[in-house]
Every structure is written in structure tokens, then in C-alpha cells.
């Protein structure tokens, strides 16, 4: 028990120290470097990357280059073909103009030996000449070479007669054609005088003489 003047002393506001538990220790995760094998693999992937990246690269300039070649290899191949197209097509207009001279040559020698075996293919000629004439005005001559001149009369003497035509005979007319005069109109229906202007409408110089 304390007496009125017992000392009284103040305790201390000082904390007691209170014992701290130790820090729980941190949850750092554990490290594991890569070994030997795994680096390998990581430097071979890299480089097949790198590879793939650069073949990819080199395969799209690869391509280009080659689509220009091939354009260019294109245009050259249509360019020989218009060229030849165009050659083809003078060779087939020679083939063609040889094939028509050679025809007409043929045709020439074929009708030559056939008005000396069938003489009496005058008569259709000399009636194509009568006809050609628009209107008959007299006086109306036929002119024929004298062996056709016998022919035609026996033929057709009758008709010619009625029709008002004189036939003449002239030696200077050959086989096969004739010569027609009347007033208004002269037909020259002479074999050599019709070959040659066939000949020439098919744009040959194939004469019936040569």
C-alpha cells in the first residue's frame, strides 16, 4: 500500500519489444538453362527459318525474271508465226498462180487436138457469135477458115440463110473460130482471139501461139 507521499514514478511508454516471426521466404520459380541439345535445336530452327524466308524471296525474283523471259520467248514465237503465216500465204498465191498457168496450158493443147479431131465444134461457136449480137443489121458476114465453111453450111446453111447472113470463106482465119461483120457491129470470135481473152482475165499471159 502506497502512503500520500510515496514517490510515484511514471512507467515507461517505451513498447516492449515484441518478438517478430522470421519472413516466410518468396516463391521465386526455379531457373532451368537450356542444355546443349536444346541450343542446337533452337540455332538449326533459326536458320531453317532464315533459309525458308530468303528461298521464299528468292523463288518470287526467280519467278518474275522467268514470267519476262517467257513473255518476251511469246512474242517472239507470235512473231515468227505472222511471218511465216504470211509467207505460207504468198507461197499458197505462187502454188496457185503456177497451178492456173499450167491448167491453161493444158487446157490450150487439149482444145487444139479436139477441134482437129471434132472439127464440128465450130458450129457451136459461130452459133454463140450469132446470138451475141443485140440486134441483126444487114449486110451480116460470117467469115470462116474454108474446110469449117463447108461444115457449117451443111449444118446449119438453112438457118443461116433465113437469117440473112452470108458466109465467106478466108484462109487466114484458123480452124475452129470466125470472124462476124455486119453494119453496126464486128465480133472476132477466132480461137486464138477468145483463148487469149480468157488467158488474161484470169490474169495469165498464156497466148494461144507461142
Known amino acids: 500500500m502506497q502512503t500520500a507521499y510515496q514517490r510515484w514514478e511514471m512507467n515507461s511508454f517505451d513498447p516492449r519489444p515484441v518478438p517478430t516471426a522470421a519472413p516466410a521466404p518468396l516463391d521465386v520459380p526455379a531457373i532451368s538453362l537450356p542444355t546443349v541439345d536444346e541450343l542446337n535445336a533452337i540455332r538449326e530452327q533459326a536458320r531453317t527459318e532464315g533459309y525458308d524466308e530468303g528461298h521464299a524471296a528468292g523463288y518470287a525474283d526467280a519467278l518474275a525474271v522467268g514470267r519476262a523471259e517467257a513473255a518476251a520467248q511469246l512474242e517472239h514465237l507470235q512473231s515468227i508465226a505472222v511471218t511465216f503465216g504470211n509467207a505460207l ?122
Open 89 to 210: 500465204s504468198q507461197a499458197d498465191e505462187n502454188i496457185a498462180g503456177d497451178v492456173l498457168e499450167l491448167a491453161l496450158h493444158l487446157a490450150r493443147n487439149m482444145m487444139r487436138t479436139a477441134l482437129q479431131v471434132k472439127p464440128e465444134l465450130v458450129i457451136p461457136v459461130v452459133r454463140e457469135a450469132i446470138e451475141y449480137l443485140p440486134v441483126l443489121q444487114q449486110p451480116a458476114i460470117l467469115m470462116l477458115n474454108p474446110e469449117d465453111a463447108s461444115i457449117v453450111r451443111d449444118a446449119i446453111g438453112e438457118e443461116l440463110d433465113k437469117g440473112g447472113w452470108r458466109v465467106i470463106e478466108d484462109a487466114r482465119i484458123a480452124r475452129g473460130g470466125c470472124k462476124i461483120d455486119t453494119a453496126s457491129n464486128q465480133i472476132d470470135a477466132q480461137v486464138a482471139s477468145r483463148w487469149n481473152r480468157l488467158s488474161h482475165s484470169l490474169g495469165k499471159n498464156v497466148e494461144w501461139l507461142d
